[in-house]
């Protein structure tokens, strides 16, 4: 019998971009349902959900692939609208964002790409030097206090997953020129061709929270 995931995302589904590679990883036979916490939403609103000062910052995408940029405050109600519309016809529900949200709740289990990335960081001994990228300069300051461990180092590049530049060879070669031992890909827009990339320019591992949370997943629902 077919397991069935929810997906949510904080930007608008379905996430074409993010969705499909995942599904690949965890096999046909597990069924996916979407929701996006900027479906119903215009241009015009997503405007009005910008970080105010002192808020999070949160990088998502559109469904025709544009990026924006939302409050972690103002997100968080329409994350939940989308977890309850879900949660009675899904067995686990999965929010597809690194961000934190501890006040997110459901009669199903949720499963948390964040926490799931500092299971695994923190199960890695000898990573002395911490690379990360990020998907806006806005967060690299959370992101130093996020992945700082005692005795360690972390350093934090920028890079857009959803840019038509290529934003993420500069800031690789960025990270490899401090010789990291680990580097983590803090968002779920960055896809396993930006892994193999990073991997390539730095020479060092590194962490694609999509996969993590794939076979996470698989983990449950076998």
Not at 67 to 91: A, F, H, T, W, Y
Not at 103 to 112: A, D, H, K, P, T
Not at 171 to 178: D, G, N, Y
Not at 181 to 200: N, Q
Request: glycine share 8%; charged share 25%.
């Amino acid at each position: 019998m077919a397991a069935h995931v929810g997906m949510i995302t904080i930007g608008q589904s379905p996430r074409s971009d993010l969705v499909p590679e995942i599904q690949r990883l965890l096999g046909a036979e597990i069924d996916v349902a979407e929701c996006g916490a900027l479906d119903n939403a215009s241009m015009e609103t997503v405007k009005e959900l910008a970080p105010a000062p002192g808020d999070f910052p949160l990088v998502t995408r559109m469904r025709g692939g544009e990026e924006v940029m939302v409050g972690k405050s103002k997100i968080v109600p329409k994350v939940q609208n989308c977890i309850d519309r879900l949660q009675n016809q899904c067995d686990i529900l999965v929010v597809l964002c690194t961000g934190h949200f501890p006040q997110l709740r459901s009669n199903r289990l949720i499963v948390m790409p964040d926490a799931l990335l500092d299971g695994m960081v923190n199960g890695i001994h000898g990573a002395r030097t911490i690379g990360v990228l990020v998907p806006s300069g806005d967060q690299k300051s959370h992101a130093v206090e996020r992945w700082k461990r005692p005795g360690g180092t972390v350093l934090v590049e920028s890079a857009s997953p959803y840019s038509e530049q290529d934003e993420v060879t500069p800031s690789a070669r960025k990270l490899a020129a401090s010789k990291p031992d680990l580097i983590v890909l803090d968002c779920m827009g960055y896809t396993s061709k930006t892994k193999d990339l990073v991997r390539k320019i730095t020479g060092r591992p590194a962490i694609l929270p999509r996969s993590v949370l794939a076979r996470s997943i698989r983990e449950l629902t076998e």
